[in-house]
């Protein structure tokens, strides 16, 4: 299924994922991870089970790094935390670059759509996956790279 419906709105899963990766290309922000033979890996299992669930689970990694870059950075301390205005004020802090807050946005609404509309494709979830390690691997470049700022009056 590359079309998903929810109330008035129509996705085109499948248009977004290209859009991304062209952009992915664009901006420079590619992965070069190497994968495991079929069947050896995590997302293997879970995609055999569910291609939903494997979108899901390669998600887990970006939230919990956006989590430390927030907490690093004090940008949204509103409890619950949304990821949507973490990425904002990281992007406004220029922690993240435009284009990787504007590709981090993008692939949490498709993860939404796996999570709340599921019927995905297993090549729509190797797809989503290949574009999940490569903003994984910008957030490690900006957990390695970037020292954390403190609001004033805040001790490191």
Do not use: C
Not at 17 to 34: F, G, H, I, M, P
Not at 70 to 87: A, C, F, G, M, W
Not at 105 to 125: F, M, S, V, Y
């Amino acid at each position: 299924m590359s079309k998903l419906t929810w109330g008035d709105k129509t996705l085109d899963f499948a248009a977004k994922l290209d859009k991304l990766e062209v952009a992915s290309r664009r901006d420079n922000v590619q992965s070069t991870r190497e994968y495991t033979s079929p069947g050896e890996s995590r997302f293997e299992n879970l995609l055999a089970i569910s291609p939903d669930a494997a979108i899901l689970d390669s998600w887990g990694p970006i939230e919990m790094m956006l989590d430390e870059l927030n907490d690093e950075h004090y940008v949204n301390q509103d409890r619950p935390r949304t990821l949507s205005k973490t990425i904002e004020g990281l992007k406004q802090k220029e922690i993240l670059s435009k284009e990787v807050a504007y590709m981090l946005g993008e692939l949490r609404k498709l993860r939404n759509i796996a999570a709340h509309q599921g019927g995905l494709t297993p090549a729509d979830a190797y797809r989503f996956r290949h574009l999940v390690d490569a903003m994984t691997d910008a957030l490690e470049q900006h957990l390695e790279s970037r020292p954390p700022s403190h609001p004033a009056g805040r001790s490191p």
